[in-house]
């Protein structure tokens, strides 16, 4: 049985930092790229960063870029989110999600359609 637990969420001021943790089990955690989307209430899920299975390529969404960065420990079968700088329209509900490649070396993809596996989500809440 697959799982993706995130963690890490909570409520912050602006301009504050926090660190979300998405940790899996019951899957080939080095055969996937992993990917963190977010949802605001009222508006539809969106991609915020992703990475692929060797750590070596990431991508993010303009909104989070240089602000936010992308990690993974593949022996904890962990991806992290690191976000700083945090801004009012950060808040959401931030969902990791995990897209099988194997040895297919794909890009990492932007369209949460791609993954396969979700995670439960975890608040995160940034006033102003």
């Known amino acids: 049985q697959v799982q993706l637990v995130e963690s890490g969420g909570g409520l912050v001021q602006a301009g504050d930092s926090l660190r979300l943790s998405c940790t899996a089990s019951g899957l080939a955690f080095s055969r996937y790229n992993m990917a963190w989307f977010r949802r605001a209430p009222g508006k539809e899920r969106e991609f915020v960063a992703t990475m692929t299975w060797s750590g070596l390529t990431t991508y993010y969404a303009d909104s989070v870029k240089g602000r936010f960065t992308i990690s993974r420990d593949n022996a904890k079968n962990t991806v992290y989110l690191q976000m700083n700088s945090l801004k009012a329209e950060d808040t959401a509900a931030y969902y990791c999600?995990?897209?099988?490649?194997?040895?297919?070396?794909?890009?990492?993809?932007?369209?949460?359609?791609?993954?396969?596996?979700w995670g439960q989500g975890t608040q995160v809440t940034v006033s102003s």
């Open positions: 999600g995990a897209d099988y490649v194997g040895a297919s070396g794909r890009p990492a993809s932007s369209l949460n359609y791609d993954y396969e596996y």
